[in-house]
C-alpha cells in the first residue's frame, strides 16, 4: 500500500525544503537543526494546502484535520503563533515580507484551524497577488504551508539585520527593538529603538539600550551572524526576549538595500562575525581557490565531519573570507585553553602546522567560559573518540574498497534521466556516503597533532633540523607510499609502460591542483593530462625517477637515525617506536584524505548531471548542495540568484590571494586597493607603520616568520651547519634582499626563479628554475623534479611543501609571506632550505 502525503513535518524536519514546507518554513527547519534558539512548533505542510485545495477551499480536509490536532496536542495546547510560509516566500531574491498573514494569540484546535484557513486564503489576498505578478512569479508555481510555532510571551520584540538595510554597509549589526510582542513594530505602528553592535569591537551603541542590555545586544548579534552564516545570505531576523532568554523567530534573505549589489560584492565573508583571528595556512594548502557556492556547501559537510570538534556552539572553527576557505583561531585556542593548554603552548605546538604567529599579535577570546566550551565540545568529543575507534579497525578494508565503489557511483549518476531520481540517490546514497568517507578522515587520525609536533620538536633538540626533517621524511615510505605522492607514481608507471593512461585516470586522476572545487575538472577527466605531464618532465635530471627520490632520502634517513643512536641510545628507542606508530598514521590519514578527494570527483559528476536534467548547465555549480535537490524536485530558483552569486564569485577571483593571518573585520576589495597592503597579515585599524623592507630604504625586511631552529646556517644536505654568508652587496636598480621563512627542506641551490601562481600554467618551469609561489598541494607534485628548489608565501614544516620536498630531496623554504611580491620572474637566487632564507644575488633586469 502506498503511504499518502506527509502533511504535517516537526519543526527541524525540512522534507523536500520550500516544496514541503515553504521558504519561511525551510529557515525556520535550518535554523532548529542548528540549535539556534527556535520556539518549538510544527510545519503544516503543502501536501495538505493541495489536499484543503482540492477539497473546494473550504473546511480542512479531515485527514489534515487529524494530523494538525494531534500535533498542536503533543506541543501541549500551548498559545501559538500560526504562520504564513509561501513556496515563493523568504528567498534570495524575493522575500514576500508582510504580503501573508501570521496570526498570533492562538489558543485551542478549533482557532487553530481557523488560523490555517486564515493563512493559507492570504495566498490570494490582493497584496500578495500584486507582489507575484510585479516579480514575474507564475501563480501555478506557487503553494502555502504553514508554521505553527509555541508563542513566547515577549518582553520585547524586533527585527535584526545583518547590515544596514539603508546604506548596505556591514560594519555593523543593526537592531530594531521595542517593548512587546513585536507586531506593532513589525507593522510600522510605533517608532523602533535602533541599537547598532559593532561586528569588530562587538560595542553597543547606545552603550545602555532600553529594550535589552549590551550583553543581550551583543548575543543577539552573535546570532543573527550564525543565521547569515547558515542561510549564506545578508539577513533580516525576526526575534523576542524573555527575561534574559532570546529567541529567533523567523529569518529571511535581506532583498532591498540602499546601494546596488555591484556596490556591495562580499557576501561570503564571516570575518564581518566578530573580532576573530583567522589562518589559511594548512586548509589554503587543500583548497586554495575562492569556492563556488556548491563547493563550499559540500566541503562544509566535509569539515563538520572531519573536523567534528573544531567548533564551540555557537562559534564555528572555520568559515569563509572573501569565498576562501579560513580556520578561526580564537575558537581552536579557547578549545585548547578549555583543556588546559595554556596559549603560549598553543602557539609553540601548532606553529608547524599553522605558522609562528608574531609575539604581539593578539589571539581575541571568544566569548565563551570553560565550563560553555567543554558542555559544547565534550559529547561530540567523547562520540568521536569511541566512533574513531571502531571504525578505525575498519579503515584499511573501507579504503580499499572505496575506488571502486566511487567508479560505480559516477555510472549509476550518468544512467539516471529524471531529476526526482537523481535527488533521491542524493538523499538516500550519495549524502550518506559522503559523510561516511568524511567521517573516516577523523577514525585515520587516531592521535592528536601535538603528539607528532612534540616528537618533532624533541628530536629537533637532540639531532638538529636537518637530522629531525630527514627522519620525519621517511614516515611516508617506511611502509608504504604517501598518497600525496600518488601523481607522481603513476607518472612514472606510464614512462616506464606498466600501465596506461586511463589506468592513470582510474587510480589516480581525483587528484590536482584544484581537487577540491567541484566546477573545476579532474586531470581524468582531461584527455591529453597525462601526456602532457610527460612532455613536461623531458629535460628533468637523469635519475630523478620517484622511486630514485626516495632511495636517495632513505640514505639520508639511515644517516640520521645513526646519529640519533649513537648520541642518545635510550631516546633513540622511544622515538623510534613514535614515529612508527607516525608512520602508520599519516599513511592512513593520507589515504582516506585522497578518498575523501575521490568522492568530490562523484560529487562533481553528480552536480554535472544535474545541471543536464534542471537544464542549469553550470549554473548549477552556484547553487547549495540543498538548493539543488530542490531544483531536481521542481522547484525554481529566484532569476537573481545566479547571476548574483556568479557576479561575488567573479569579482573575488580577480583579487590576489588574501593575506594569511587576519585578524577582525575584513574586507578584501579595500585590502586589494591598497597600494601599502600586507600579504602576510592584516589587522584591523589604520594602516600599520612602514615596515623594513623592499622599497622602503633599508636593506632587509623584517618578516613574522620564525628564525631558523639553529641559528643561521647553509646546508649541503648532510645535516652538518656553516655559517651563512654576508647579505649581498646593493645591485644598481634593487636592494639586496634576504626573504626569511620556515626551513622546510635542507639544501642549498642558486638558480633564476620562477613565479607561478596557478599549476595551469606549470608549463613554464624550466628545468632547475626556482619555484616561487604562494602556496602548493597535491596537484603542483608533479613540478617538484623540475624544480631546483621551491619557495611559498604560505605554509609551515608540516605543509604540503615541505613534507614533499623533504620526501624527494628538494630544497625548500616555506611561509615567506610575501615571496610571490618580493622576487620576480628571472631573478637569480640562492635557497638556503635548512637556513630558511632566500637571497636575491642578481635582479632579472640587471645588465
Same mark, same amino acid.
Given at each position: 500500500m502506498t503511504p499518502g502525503p506527509v502533511l504535517v513535518r516537526e519543526l527541524g524536519a525540512a522534507g523536500r525544503g520550500l516544496a514541503d514546507v515553504g521558504g519561511k518554513g525551510a529557515s525556520l527547519a535550518a535554523m532548529?537543526?542548528?540549535?539556534?534558539?527556535?520556539?518549538?512548533?510544527?510545519?503544516?505542510?503543502?501536501?495538505?494546502?493541495?489536499?484543503? #485545495?482540492a477539497s473546494g477551499a473550504t473546511a480542512v480536509p479531515d485527514a489534515a484535520e487529524q494530523a494538525v490536532r494531534a500535533a498542536y496536542r503533543a506541543l501541549g495546547m500551548p498559545v501559538v503563533a500560526v504562520r504564513s510560509s509561501a513556496t515563493a516566500e523568504d528567498l534570495p531574491g524575493l522575500s514576500f515580507a508582510g504580503q501573508q498573514d501570521t496570526v498570533l494569540g492562538v489558543r485551542g484546535e478549533d482557532a487553530v484551524l481557523a488560523a490555517l484557513?486564515?493563512?493559507?486564503?492570504?495566498?490570494?489576498?490582493?497584496?500578495?497577488?500584486?507582489?507575484?505578478?510585479?516579480?514575474?512569479v507564475e501563480e501555478s508555481a506557487v503553494a502555502m504551508a504553514v508554521v505553527v510555532q509555541r508563542q513566547v510571551a515577549a518582553d520585547a520584540a524586533g527585527v535584526a539585520f545583518s547590515l544596514d538595510p539603508v546604506t548596505g554597509s556591514r560594519q555593523a549589526v543593526l537592531l530594531n527593538a521595542a517593548a512587546g510582542l513585536g507586531e506593532a513594530l513589525v507593522g510600522g505602528e510605533v517608532a523602533a529603538e535602533v541599537v547598532r553592535v559593532e561586528r569588530g569591537s562587538g560595542a553597543v551603541v547606545p552603550d545602555r539600550p532600553d529594550s535589552l542590555d549590551a550583553g543581550q545586544a551583543r548575543r543577539l548579534a552573535a546570532l543573527v551572524g550564525r543565521v547569515e552564516q547558515l542561510l549564506g545570505a545578508d539577513v533580516d531576523v525576526e526575534w523576542c526576549r524573555q527575561g534574559d532568554e532570546l529567541w529567533l523567530l523567523q529569518a529571511r534573505p535581506v532583498t532591498a538595500v540602499g546601494p546596488p549589489a555591484a556596490a556591495r560584492p562580499d557576501p561570503w565573508n564571516d570575518s564581518r562575525t566578530g573580532d576573530f583571528l583567522w589562518t589559511n595556512t594548512n586548509v589554503g594548502e587543500a583548497i586554495p581557490d575562492v569556492m563556488t557556492p556548491v563547493t563550499w556547501s559540500m566541503v562544509r559537510v566535509f569539515m563538520s565531519d572531519a573536523m567534528a570538534t573544531a567548533s564551540i556552539p555557537p562559534y564555528v572553527g572555520y568559515g569563509r573570507i572573501g569565498g576562501r576557505v579560513y580556520v578561526n583561531v580564537s575558537v581552536m585556542a579557547a578549545l585548547s585553553r578549555a583543556v588546559g593548554v595554556r596559549e603560549r603552548r598553543y602557539r609553540l605546538l601548532t606553529e608547524e602546522v599553522f605558522g609562528r604567529m608574531p609575539a604581539d599579535l593578539e589571539i581575541p577570546p571568544v566569548r565563551a567560559g570553560r565550563l560553555q566550551i567543554l558542555r559544547g565540545v565534550l559529547p561530540m568529543a567523547l562520540h568521536v573518540l569511541s566512533e574513531g575507534r571502531r571504525d578505525a579497525r575498519h579503515l584499511t578494508d573501507y579504503l580499499a574498497g572505496h575506488p571502486e565503489l566511487c567508479e560505480r557511483r559516477r555510472s549509476e549518476i550518468a544512467a539516471v534521466d529524471e531529476g526526482p531520481t537523481l535527488a533521491r540517490l542524493w538523499s538516500q546514497v550519495l549524502e550518506p556516503e559522503f559523510?561516511?568517507?568524511?567521517?573516516?578522515?577523523?577514525?585515520?587520525?587516531?592521535?592528536?597533532?601535538?603528539?607528532?609536533?612534540?616528537?618533532? #620538536?624533541?628530536?629537533? +633538540?637532540?639531532? @638538529?633540523?636537518?637530522?629531525?626533517?630527514?627522519?620525519?621524511?621517511?614516515?611516508?615510505?617506511?611502509?608504504?607510499?604517501?598518497?600525496?605522492? @600518488?601523481?607522481?607514481?603513476?607518472?612514472?608507471?606510464?614512462?616506464?609502460?606498466?600501465?596506461?593512461?586511463?589506468?592513470?585516470?582510474?587510480?589516480?586522476?581525483?587528484?590536482?591542483?584544484?581537487?577540491?572545487?567541484?566546477?573545476?575538472?579532474?586531470?581524468?577527466?582531461?584527455?591529453?593530462?597525462?601526456?602532457?605531464?610527460?612532455?613536461? &618532465?623531458?629535460?628533468?635530471?637523469?635519475?630523478?625517477?620517484?622511486?630514485?627520490?626516495?632511495?636517495?632520502?632513505?640514505?639520508? +634517513?639511515?644517516?640520521?637515525?645513526?646519529?640519533?643512536?649513537?648520541?642518545?641510545?635510550? +631516546?633513540?628507542?622511544?622515538?623510534?617506536?613514535?614515529?612508527?606508530?607516525?608512520?602508520?598514521?599519516?599513511?592512513? +590519514?593520507?589515504?582516506?584524505?585522497s578518498e575523501v578527494i575521490r568522492y568530490f570527483w562523484v560529487l562533481r559528476a553528480y552536480a554535472l548531471r544535474a545541471g543536464e536534467l534542471s537544464g542549469l548547465g553550470d549554473d548549477i555549480f552556484f547553487l547549495s548542495a540543498e538548493e539543488i535537490v530542490r531544483v531536481l524536485l521542481g522547484e525554481r530558483m529566484a532569476p537573481t540568484t545566479v547571476p548574483e552569486r556568479r557576479s561575488a564569485y567573479e569579482a573575488y577571483r580577480r583579487l590576489p590571494p588574501y593575506p594569511g593571518l587576519i585578524r577582525g573585520p575584513f574586507d578584501p576589495f579595500a585590502w586589494a586597493a591598497d597600494p601599502a597592503r600586507r600579504s602576510d597579515l592584516f589587522l584591523p585599524g589604520p594602516p600599520p607603520e612602514p615596515v623594513e623592507g623592499p622599497g622602503s630604504g633599508i636593506s632587509e625586511p623584517? &618578516?613574522?616568520?620564525?628564525?631558523?631552529?639553529?641559528?643561521?646556517?647553509?646546508?649541503?644536505?648532510?645535516?652538518?651547519?656553516?655559517?651563512?654568508?654576508?647579505?649581498?652587496?646593493?645591485?644598481?636598480? &634593487?636592494?639586496?634582499?634576504?626573504?626569511?621563512?620556515?626551513?622546510?627542506?635542507?639544501?642549498?641551490?642558486?638558480?633564476?626563479?620562477?613565479?607561478?601562481?596557478?599549476?595551469?600554467?606549470?608549463?613554464?618551469?624550466?628545468? @632547475?628554475?626556482?619555484?616561487?609561489?604562494?602556496?602548493?598541494?597535491?596537484?603542483?607534485?608533479?613540478?617538484?623534479?623540475r624544480a631546483g628548489a621551491v619557495v611559498t608565501d604560505v605554509g609551515a614544516p608540516l605543509s604540503h611543501a615541505a613534507i614533499v620536498a623533504r620526501e624527494l630531496g628538494v630544497p625548500a623554504v616555506v611561509g615567506c609571506g610575501d615571496a610571490t611580491t618580493v622576487l620576480h620572474t628571472g631573478d637569480r637566487v640562492r635557497v638556503d632550505g635548512a637556513a630558511g632564507t632566500v637571497e636575491l644575488l642578481e635582479p632579472a633586469d640587471a645588465p
Amino acid at each position: 500500500m502506498t503511504p499518502g502525503p506527509v502533511l504535517v513535518r516537526e519543526l527541524g524536519a525540512a522534507g523536500r525544503g520550500l516544496a514541503d514546507v515553504g521558504g519561511k518554513g525551510a529557515s525556520l527547519a535550518a535554523m532548529t537543526r542548528a540549535g539556534l534558539p527556535v520556539p518549538d512548533g510544527f510545519h503544516v505542510t503543502t501536501a495538505a494546502f493541495a489536499a484543503w #485545495r482540492a477539497s473546494g477551499a473550504t473546511a480542512v480536509p479531515d485527514a489534515a484535520e487529524q494530523a494538525v490536532r494531534a500535533a498542536y496536542r503533543a506541543l501541549g495546547m500551548p498559545v501559538v503563533a500560526v504562520r504564513s510560509s509561501a513556496t515563493a516566500e523568504d528567498l534570495p531574491g524575493l522575500s514576500f515580507a508582510g504580503q501573508q498573514d501570521t496570526v498570533l494569540g492562538v489558543r485551542g484546535e478549533d482557532a487553530v484551524l481557523a488560523a490555517l484557513v486564515r493563512c493559507w486564503r492570504s495566498l490570494w489576498n490582493e497584496r500578495a497577488v500584486a507582489y507575484r505578478r510585479r516579480h514575474g512569479v507564475e501563480e501555478s508555481a506557487v503553494a502555502m504551508a504553514v508554521v505553527v510555532q509555541r508563542q513566547v510571551a515577549a518582553d520585547a520584540a524586533g527585527v535584526a539585520f545583518s547590515l544596514d538595510p539603508v546604506t548596505g554597509s556591514r560594519q555593523a549589526v543593526l537592531l530594531n527593538a521595542a517593548a512587546g510582542l513585536g507586531e506593532a513594530l513589525v507593522g510600522g505602528e510605533v517608532a523602533a529603538e535602533v541599537v547598532r553592535v559593532e561586528r569588530g569591537s562587538g560595542a553597543v551603541v547606545p552603550d545602555r539600550p532600553d529594550s535589552l542590555d549590551a550583553g543581550q545586544a551583543r548575543r543577539l548579534a552573535a546570532l543573527v551572524g550564525r543565521v547569515e552564516q547558515l542561510l549564506g545570505a545578508d539577513v533580516d531576523v525576526e526575534w523576542c526576549r524573555q527575561g534574559d532568554e532570546l529567541w529567533l523567530l523567523q529569518a529571511r534573505p535581506v532583498t532591498a538595500v540602499g546601494p546596488p549589489a555591484a556596490a556591495r560584492p562580499d557576501p561570503w565573508n564571516d570575518s564581518r562575525t566578530g573580532d576573530f583571528l583567522w589562518t589559511n595556512t594548512n586548509v589554503g594548502e587543500a583548497i586554495p581557490d575562492v569556492m563556488t557556492p556548491v563547493t563550499w556547501s559540500m566541503v562544509r559537510v566535509f569539515m563538520s565531519d572531519a573536523m567534528a570538534t573544531a567548533s564551540i556552539p555557537p562559534y564555528v572553527g572555520y568559515g569563509r573570507i572573501g569565498g576562501r576557505v579560513y580556520v578561526n583561531v580564537s575558537v581552536m585556542a579557547a578549545l585548547s585553553r578549555a583543556v588546559g593548554v595554556r596559549e603560549r603552548r598553543y602557539r609553540l605546538l601548532t606553529e608547524e602546522v599553522f605558522g609562528r604567529m608574531p609575539a604581539d599579535l593578539e589571539i581575541p577570546p571568544v566569548r565563551a567560559g570553560r565550563l560553555q566550551i567543554l558542555r559544547g565540545v565534550l559529547p561530540m568529543a567523547l562520540h568521536v573518540l569511541s566512533e574513531g575507534r571502531r571504525d578505525a579497525r575498519h579503515l584499511t578494508d573501507y579504503l580499499a574498497g572505496h575506488p571502486e565503489l566511487c567508479e560505480r557511483r559516477r555510472s549509476e549518476i550518468a544512467a539516471v534521466d529524471e531529476g526526482p531520481t537523481l535527488a533521491r540517490l542524493w538523499s538516500q546514497v550519495l549524502e550518506p556516503e559522503f559523510h561516511r568517507i568524511s567521517w573516516m578522515l577523523s577514525a585515520a587520525t587516531r592521535t592528536s597533532g601535538a603528539s607528532f609536533v612534540t616528537t618533532r #620538536r624533541t628530536l629537533q +633538540r637532540l639531532v @638538529g633540523q636537518a637530522a629531525a626533517n630527514a627522519l620525519t621524511a621517511g614516515l611516508g615510505g617506511a611502509g608504504g607510499q604517501l598518497a600525496s605522492l @600518488g601523481l607522481l607514481e603513476g607518472l612514472d608507471q606510464v614512462e616506464r609502460g606498466e600501465i596506461d593512461a586511463a589506468t592513470f585516470a582510474r587510480r589516480y586522476g581525483h587528484r590536482g591542483p584544484h581537487e577540491f572545487e567541484i566546477s573545476r575538472p579532474r586531470p581524468g577527466e582531461q584527455p591529453g593530462w597525462v601526456e602532457q605531464q610527460l612532455a613536461q &618532465r623531458s629535460g628533468t635530471a637523469a635519475g630523478s625517477s620517484l622511486r630514485d627520490r626516495l632511495a636517495a632520502q632513505g640514505l639520508l +634517513r639511515q644517516q640520521a637515525w645513526e646519529q640519533l643512536r649513537r648520541e642518545h641510545p635510550l +631516546r633513540a628507542r622511544v622515538l623510534g617506536r613514535q614515529l612508527a606508530v607516525w608512520g602508520h598514521i599519516s599513511r592512513n +590519514r593520507e589515504g582516506a584524505r585522497s578518498e575523501v578527494i575521490r568522492y568530490f570527483w562523484v560529487l562533481r559528476a553528480y552536480a554535472l548531471r544535474a545541471g543536464e536534467l534542471s537544464g542549469l548547465g553550470d549554473d548549477i555549480f552556484f547553487l547549495s548542495a540543498e538548493e539543488i535537490v530542490r531544483v531536481l524536485l521542481g522547484e525554481r530558483m529566484a532569476p537573481t540568484t545566479v547571476p548574483e552569486r556568479r557576479s561575488a564569485y567573479e569579482a573575488y577571483r580577480r583579487l590576489p590571494p588574501y593575506p594569511g593571518l587576519i585578524r577582525g573585520p575584513f574586507d578584501p576589495f579595500a585590502w586589494a586597493a591598497d597600494p601599502a597592503r600586507r600579504s602576510d597579515l592584516f589587522l584591523p585599524g589604520p594602516p600599520p607603520e612602514p615596515v623594513e623592507g623592499p622599497g622602503s630604504g633599508i636593506s632587509e625586511p623584517v &618578516r613574522t616568520v620564525p628564525e631558523p631552529v639553529e641559528g643561521p646556517s647553509t646546508s649541503s644536505g648532510d645535516g652538518v651547519a656553516e655559517p651563512v654568508g654576508t647579505v649581498p652587496e646593493p645591485v644598481e636598480g &634593487r636592494l639586496p634582499v634576504t626573504v626569511r621563512g620556515f626551513p622546510g627542506s635542507a639544501g642549498v641551490v642558486e638558480g633564476r626563479v620562477r613565479v607561478l601562481t596557478d599549476a595551469d600554467v606549470a608549463d613554464l618551469l624550466q628545468p @632547475g628554475e626556482v619555484l616561487v609561489t604562494t602556496v602548493t598541494n597535491v596537484g603542483w607534485t608533479p613540478l617538484f623534479p623540475r624544480a631546483g628548489a621551491v619557495v611559498t608565501d604560505v605554509g609551515a614544516p608540516l605543509s604540503h611543501a615541505a613534507i614533499v620536498a623533504r620526501e624527494l630531496g628538494v630544497p625548500a623554504v616555506v611561509g615567506c609571506g610575501d615571496a610571490t611580491t618580493v622576487l620576480h620572474t628571472g631573478d637569480r637566487v640562492r635557497v638556503d632550505g635548512a637556513a630558511g632564507t632566500v637571497e636575491l644575488l642578481e635582479p632579472a633586469d640587471a645588465p
